[in-house]
């Protein structure tokens, strides 16, 4: 009998728990049906971006990346976000929260773009900043609030539209101080990556090239202003050089339509609560992006400083690392998919590894031998080695202010053999070979050693350049003129023939598209390459790859990695990561 009853039991339990997942099913088809009908989104909603977070490219494949990148706010998110909602009906209106925008300055028009274009609506676009700068610039979050149709500040902030302010650092007197001596050449005097080093100050072609860039970039600000305030350039100037303004200064100078809370904004906008309120990332997930059609777009990555090896994350803050093989392998099945139609290549990229850079660039000419259409787009920099691996595409798309070119090299090491023998701590060695020892940094370079250094920069820039003119169809002696190192803004870049257009990635989707003889007005979608994981599953591969508690000491030397990266790049490290490399330049108020 007790037998019977626990069969019983056990029976109607296993009943009871497949009617409850069987109900749980239901429940979850429901709330799909439910979400893909009307597009989940209720009436009279408003779509709210709140710019005061990092924003990213995209969140590499690297369980560390996911870690801290993902619930990072995407580029593509935003952008496509506010193309979406200018034809939906369920959105009312577009709102931007402004007070510590993080964008560089091409992911800035690129937004700024996509609200002007969203403003075509009719639909109330505005922008909310509690303050444009409280003691810190303010240019980057009021250039991108220009744009909307209404800005508003609260009444205790101010407007700090102090215009840019580029600085460098520079470590040759501390090197000399501490006994380092940096055995560093370059190709030519614009490659100012290796001057941090080599100089106390500016040199003159450095001075003239970064004026040249800051006063690029100026321009764009301030006629973006004017246009966008009803104002004319030289009325913006004639206000900036009389910034930082209190709010009430900025109201009388037209920089701003009123004085406001947040709260009295919500309330001018008739939001109720944050059922009515969307975000972009949950938006598109629920509403969809723009222009989606049957033609498949791959969208490959190139994203941070360019190395060989996988792609993942260094440096303190979650910094991305372009790893060649892992870009390289994206293009590669990109090009021998045949559901592919065309490849936009994202570069977001100061440069760094020669060797890894003309990886990726085997690939990008690959796809062009394969007559699979790649069109590159540039973000905020692709400049150096982001440059190299551009180059090839049948096309490049960038950004005004993107800034690119730097076709140079630099090369070399830092002998710390003054600062050992300061400390004393002193080294003796045998060597089997008459250059062994060219790579210690114990040590300065021989005659013969300086000899291979000279010849290895020499070589790369004649490479570099040599490659550069025959992808863009230039002659020689046209493009030296516009390398030796010297860094352009998008606009220069256009009309030196080193890019082809203007726009942002939905521009090179389009342009992509054109190439594969398809219609862009049919619509696409991007499918990423390489297809993402989940983080359990990166996971998992690292662990199958080491086996036994060796595999632990291997994954702490992974999660140390970032700090290895971080002092190479600070020049502490012995590695070639950084000949193809340009400076990010600290410009106040836009980085």
């Known amino acids: 009998m007790q037998r019977f009853l626990l069969v019983f039991l056990a029976v109607i339990g296993g009943i009871s728990i497949l009617l409850f997942f069987g109900g749980f099913v239901i429940f979850l088809l429901s709330v799909a049906a439910w979400s893909g009908n009307e597009k989940g989104i209720p009436n009279e909603s408003v779509l709210l971006i709140e710019f005061e977070q990092p924003v990213v490219e995209t ?84 250039y991108l609030a220009s744009a909307f149709e209404k800005v508003y500040i609260q009444p205790s902030g101010d407007l700090n539209l102090t215009g840019l302010y580029l600085e460098f650092p520079f470590v040759r007197g501390t090197l000399e101080k501490i006994g380092i001596d940096p055995e560093i050449d370059k190709r030519w005097e614009y490659k100012n990556a290796a001057d941090m080093y080599l100089q106390t100050e500016m040199t003159p072609a450095h001075r003239e090239s970064s004026e040249h860039l800051m006063n690029g970039l100026f321009a764009q600000i301030t006629e973006g202003i004017a246009e966008s305030r009803n104002m004319t350039p030289e009325e913006v100037r004639g206000w900036i050089d009389k910034c930082p303004l209190i709010a009430s200064d900025a109201l009388d100078a037209g920089f701003v339509d009123g004085l406001k809370y947040a709260d009295q904004v919500d309330a001018e906008l008739g939001i109720r609560d944050d059922a009515h309120v969307v975000g972009p990332t949950d938006y598109v997930k629920r509403a969809g992006r723009p222009h989606e059609g049957a033609a498949t777009l791959a969208l490959v990555h190139g994203y941070g400083a360019i190395q060989r090896g996988e792609s993942s994350v260094g440096g303190f803050g979650g910094d991305p690392v372009f790893g060649a093989a892992t870009v390289a392998r994206a293009l590669r099945e990109a090009v021998d998919n045949d559901r592919v139609d065309a490849i936009v290549f994202r570069v977001n990229s100061p440069g760094g590894s020669y060797v890894a850079s003309d990886i990726v660039r085997r690939e990008v000419v690959r796809a062009k031998e394969k007559h699979k259409p790649i069109v590159v787009s540039m973000g905020d920099y692709a400049a150096s080695g982001g440059y190299f691996v551009s180059m090839g595409a049948d096309a490049i798309v960038a950004q005004p202010g993107t800034l690119t070119g730097s076709i140079g090299v630099y090369g070399g090491k830092l002998d710390m053999g003054g600062l050992m023998d300061k400390i004393g701590v002193s080294y003796d060695a045998v060597a089997t070979s008459q250059n062994a020892g060219m790579f210690s940094t114990n040590k300065s370079y021989s005659e013969s050693e300086w000899s291979h250094i000279e010849q290895f920069l020499d070589r790369v820039y004649e490479d570099f350049t040599g490659k550069a003119a025959s992808d863009r169809g230039l002659p020689l002696e046209e493009l030296q003129e516009v390398a030796r190192g010297r860094v352009w803004t998008g606009k220069d870049a256009v009309e030196l023939g080193l890019v082809d257009q203007l726009g942002g990635l939905d521009d090179a989707a389009r342009l992509a598209l054109d190439l594969a003889d398809l219609d862009p007005d049919e619509g696409y979608k991007f499918r990423p390459f390489p297809g993402p994981k989940s983080t359990w599953e990166l996971i998992a591969e690292k662990l199958e790859e080491r086996g036994g508690t060796k595999a632990m000491v291997r994954a702490a030397h992974t999660t140390l990695q970032p700090v290895l990266v971080l002092a190479d790049q600070l020049g502490l490290g012995a590695g070639d990561d950084g000949v193809l490399m340009m400076p990010v330049p600290a410009i106040r108020g836009v980085n």
Do not use: W
């Open 59 to 142: 969140v590499p494949d690297d369980p560390f990346a996911r870690l801290l990148m993902d619930d990072s706010l995407t580029l593509r998110d935003i952008v496509d976000s506010i193309d979406q909602a200018r034809d939906d009906d369920h959105i009312t209106a577009l709102v931007g929260r402004l007070s510590g925008v993080q964008l560089g300055f091409a992911q800035l028009q690129e937004v700024r773009n996509a609200v002007e274009r969203f403003r075509e609506s009719g639909k109330p676009c505005i922008a909310f900043a509690e303050t444009f700068g409280e003691l810190s610039p303010g240019n980057t979050s009021y």
